[in-house]
Structure formats: C-alpha cells, structure tokens
C-alpha cells in the first residue's frame, strides 16, 4: 500500500510541478522530485518493490516532460541501486547521510544527461548552461527535500523526524 | 530446470533491474524508428494529466488576476503614465505603418507575392510546463480533434513560440524554441544574414552557422526566414543579445533573446493547415 501512496505522491507531485511551481519559482529554479522520491525509495523500501517503483516513477519523469521515454527510467533505477549500493557499505545516520546521498544523485546526474544525449543524437545544452540548469535544480531539490520527506513520513504513518525513516531501510 | 529456477531465485534482484534496464534500454532506442502517431503512453497521460493541468492553471490564473487586479495596484500611478507616453508614441507610429502597409500591399500586389499567414490559426491556452529544468516544453489545451497535428508551428502575438512535439486528443505539447532540440532557420532583418536559432537550454538562443564577416550588432531584429518551411517567413524570433568572435573559428557566438516571454506565456496560436481544420470539422 506504501509503494502506491508514494507513487500517488508522485503524480500529484508532477501535477504541481508542472503548473503552479513552474508559475511561482524562477525560471533555472525547479527540483528534480522524482529523483527525491526515487531516493526517499531507496532509504525505505527493499530492492524488490523499491526498484519497480523507481521505475515507474522514472516513467512518470518521462511522460510529464519533453524527455525521450526511458531516459529518467534509466535513471531512477540506476540511482536506487546505488543508493541501495552505498546503504549496504556505510552505517548511514542523521540528516547528512541523506544531504550525501542528494549530492551523489545530483553528481551523476550532468554526466549520465551528458553521455545519453551524445549516444541518442540528441543536443545536450552547452557546458555554461547545463551547469546553470544542474545548479538551480540542486539547490531548489535541496530545499524541497525536507518538506517533501516530512510529507511523505506523515503520509505513510511513520515517527520521527523526516530524516530518521531511513532506520526502517532494508540494505540490498 | 529446478537448478535454473534455483539460480533465478539466489539472483532474483539481479534478474528484476536487468529486465527494467532493458525495458527502459528498449523504451530509448526504440524511439528513432517510431513516428510520433504511435506513443500510447505518452498520449495516455497527457490526456489523463490535462483535465487536472488546465483546472489547477485556471486556479492560478485567477487568483492572479485577484491580486494583479485589486490588491496590487501600488505603481499604478506611474505606470499610467508611462502607458499614455506609449500610447502617444505609438499613434504616430501607426499612422506611419497605415502607410508602409498601404504602399506594401501594393507593391505585392504588383509583384504576385503571397500573403504572409495563408494558414488558419487556432487560438490555445498553456495549461502546464515541462516538469524537468532541462527539457523546454510546455502543454495547450488542444489535440487532434481541433486538428492539431505533430510538427505544426505554434506563435504568439510577440512571435515564434515552437512546434508541437505530440499531440493527444484534446490535449498538445509544444517543445519551445529555447529547448536545445529545436532549430528555426533565421535571418538578421537589418543584414538579411542567415542563420539557424536553436535553443540554449534556458530562457536565451543561440543563432549559428553565422559567418564571422557578417555584422551583427546587439538590438537588430531576428526573423524567421522560412527556410525550414514550418514557421512563416517575417515572424519575429527575438533580438541580438550579444556577439563574440573567437580568432580560429569559422562562425561567430550570437545569443538572442526571445520576443516571447515564455515564463508569462498563456495564450498562443496554433498555424493549422487548411486541409486540417477542415478535415477536424467533419463529423
């Protein structure tokens, strides 16, 4: 039941992005939501589940954007395994654990637009601008994260703070 | 076969990601060889998402206009008289164009030059935007039975706004001219020099392909040139923002910025072919 609330959080979410924050944020201002609920996945549910539901969050990012279908996909699922990755070797704690993995997530993802572009013949934004894009997206991802993991916590009944789900995470 | 189901079960995870990495593996690469007629899921959700799209950017619009109306009104003073000083100015230049138009229509007339809009336009509203930073689209509450199609230009009165990218049946959405993905080819209205404008990722242009003898100054006008023979020769594309020319390249850096102010776009027109609307009419 989980896994189809946060996905329904994730419609809804899309729903929201696409009209009223578009309308009230500055332009290069926008976070990547699913890319935190992919995440917010990856702290809380097993790989089983978790990955297909990246999945489909990823698909969501695709069908909601001008973006080919599958290039979030790819994404999401690539990100939840390596989130899943990195839980399984770091004692993961606190708030900054999570601040770690956002970066990681946000770090790869210029390069992997970079070279998905290049291979699919598509026209990637030039360097100055792709890192405005990539740093506007960060910074209002980075703001969002609490508020929408508070969210997401209360939505599915969970104690704690926003950051302290993750204890329930199960290491791949 | 026990042994395989043995294997598939210890590496079951394993299993999972490498069928949805080739499902969104197959999902990328499949996409060169489709048309664009044939993406149910995307025209699926876009005719699912639109309804709620349309309703939550009605909401907003009204609630703008409560506060732009009736609670925001400390300029106003100022701002109606620089409006009356516009007002002023642009009579005269009116008066002035009644006569360019006039002598224009003649000489056309004379030399058997086509109209410039022989399309019909279809008037739409922007109902929502492209939920990634790096892809420029934005969505219109139009699709195929008002007889929008893939591929067909979409302007505004201030000027080109882009092409429709996939089109739903009540629902359509326009990739932008500031995506990195569209191309308009273009000419400098004061040089008459030819270029293509494509889109910069963010809220600027790009015109390359623009030789380096070629003089461009910041300000001049850049049009259409109807080269790419979708968007009508003479529409306005933006203004020069700024040049550069480094030593061994061939071609010079121009940035334009665009006449349309795509973060307050709300209405646009959709360029229909004739055929089409007649064709949408038809029960």
Same mark, same amino acid.
């Given at each position: 039941?989980?896994?189809?609330?946060?996905?329904?959080l994730?419609?809804?979410?899309?729903?929201v992005?696409?009209t009223?924050?578009?309308?009230?944020?500055?332009?290069d201002?926008?976070?990547?939501?699913?890319?935190?609920?992919?995440?917010?996945?990856?702290?809380?549910?097993?790989?089983?589940?978790?990955?297909? @539901? !990246? *999945?489909a969050l #990823? %698909?969501?990012?695709?069908?909601f954007?001008? +973006?080919?279908e599958?290039?979030?996909?790819l $994404?999401a699922?690539?990100l939840?395994?390596?989130?899943?990755?990195?839980?399984?070797r770091?004692?993961?704690?606190?708030?900054?654990?999570?601040?770690g993995?956002?970066?990681?997530?946000f770090?790869?993802?210029?390069?992997?637009?970079?070279? @998905? !572009? *290049?291979?699919? #013949? %598509?026209h990637?934004?030039?360097?100055?601008? +792709?890192?405005?894009?990539w740093?506007?997206? $960060?910074?209002?991802?980075?703001?969002?994260?609490?508020?929408?993991?508070?969210?997401?916590?209360k939505s599915?009944?969970?104690?704690?703070?926003?950051?302290?789900?993750?204890?329930?995470?199960?290491?791949a | 076969?026990?042994k395989?189901?043995?294997?598939?079960?210890?590496h079951?995870?394993?299993?999972?990601?490498?069928?949805?990495?080739?499902?969104?593996?197959?999902?990328?690469?499949?996409r060169?060889?489709?048309?664009?007629?044939?993406?149910?899921?995307?025209?699926?959700?876009?005719?699912?998402?639109g309804?709620?799209?349309?309703?939550?950017?009605?909401?907003?619009?009204?609630?703008?206009?409560?506060?732009?109306?009736?609670?925001?009104l400390?300029h106003?003073?100022?701002?109606?008289?620089?409006?009356?000083?516009?007002?002023?100015?642009?009579?005269?230049?009116?008066?002035?164009?009644l006569?360019f138009r006039?002598?224009n229509?003649?000489?056309?007339?004379?030399l058997?030059?086509?109209?410039?809009?022989?399309?019909?336009?279809?008037?739409?509203?922007?109902?929502?935007?492209?939920?990634?930073?790096w892809f420029q689209?934005?969505?219109?509450?139009?699709?195929k039975?008002d007889?929008?199609?893939e591929?067909?230009?979409?302007?505004?009165v201030?000027?080109?706004?882009?092409?429709?990218m996939?089109?739903?049946?009540?629902?359509?959405?326009?990739?932008?001219?500031?995506?990195?993905?569209?191309?308009?080819?273009?000419l400098?209205?004061?040089?008459?020099?030819?270029?293509?404008?494509?889109g910069?990722?963010?809220?600027?242009c790009?015109?390359?392909?623009?030789?380096r003898?070629?003089?461009?100054?910041?300000?001049?006008?850049?049009?259409a040139?109807?080269?790419?023979?979708?968007?009508?020769k003479?529409?306005?594309?933006?203004?020069?923002?700024?040049?550069?020319?480094?030593?061994?390249?061939?071609?010079?850096?121009?940035e334009?910025?665009?006449?349309?102010?795509?973060?307050?776009?709300?209405?646009v027109?959709v360029?229909?072919?004739?055929?089409?609307?007649?064709?949408?009419?038809?029960?």
């Open positions: 039941m989980s896994y189809l609330i946060v996905l329904l994730g419609m809804l979410a899309a729903l992005q696409s009223l924050l578009r309308a009230l944020l500055p332009a201002f926008v976070p990547d939501i699913i890319l935190l609920l992919v995440l917010y996945a990856s702290l809380l549910f097993p790989v089983g589940k978790g990955l297909v @539901l !990246s *999945f #990823g %698909l969501l990012a695709d069908l954007s001008g +973006a080919p599958g290039l979030n996909a $994404f699922i690539t939840f395994t390596l989130s899943k990755a990195v839980q399984a770091v004692f993961m704690r606190g708030s900054r654990a999570i601040w993995l956002v970066l990681l997530a770090g790869l993802k210029i390069p992997y637009y970079a070279f @998905l !572009s *290049f291979v699919l #013949g %598509l990637f934004p030039y360097a100055r601008d +792709a890192v405005l894009v740093l506007g997206e $960060f910074v209002a991802s980075l703001l969002l994260m609490p508020v929408l993991f508070y969210i997401l916590s599915l009944g969970l104690q704690g703070g926003w950051f302290l789900h993750h204890q329930r995470s199960s290491p | 076969m026990v395989v189901f043995t294997v598939l079960e210890r079951r995870y394993s299993a999972l990601f490498l069928v949805l990495l080739g499902g969104a593996l197959a999902m990328l690469f499949s060169a060889d489709r048309q664009p007629e044939s993406q149910p899921l995307q025209k699926a959700l876009l005719e699912l998402s309804p709620f799209q349309k309703g939550i950017t009605k909401g907003i619009g009204f609630f703008e206009g409560v506060w732009q109306r009736y609670l925001y400390v106003l003073e100022e701002e109606n008289r620089l409006l009356r000083e516009i007002i002023e100015e642009m009579k005269q230049e009116r008066i002035q164009l006569e006039g002598e229509s003649r000489l056309r007339s004379l058997g030059f086509k109209q410039g809009f022989q399309r019909p336009l279809l008037p739409a509203e922007v109902i929502g935007k492209d939920l990634s930073g689209t934005v969505v219109i509450d139009r699709g039975r007889g929008i199609e591929g067909m230009a979409v302007v505004s201030q000027g080109i706004v882009g092409q429709i996939e089109s739903s049946k009540s629902f359509a959405r326009v990739l932008l001219i500031t995506d990195p993905n569209s191309a308009v080819a273009a400098i209205q004061r040089t008459r020099a030819r270029g293509v404008v494509e910069d990722g963010r809220q600027l790009r015109l390359k392909y623009l030789h003898s070629e003089e461009i100054e910041p300000g001049d006008l850049v049009l040139s109807g080269l790419d023979g979708l968007y009508p003479g529409v306005l594309i933006g203004t020069v923002l700024r040049t550069e020319t480094k030593d061994p390249e061939l071609f010079q850096r121009v334009v910025k665009p006449s349309v102010d795509f973060r307050r776009l709300e209405d027109m360029l229909c072919e004739k055929r089409d609307l007649e064709e949408a009419d038809q029960p």
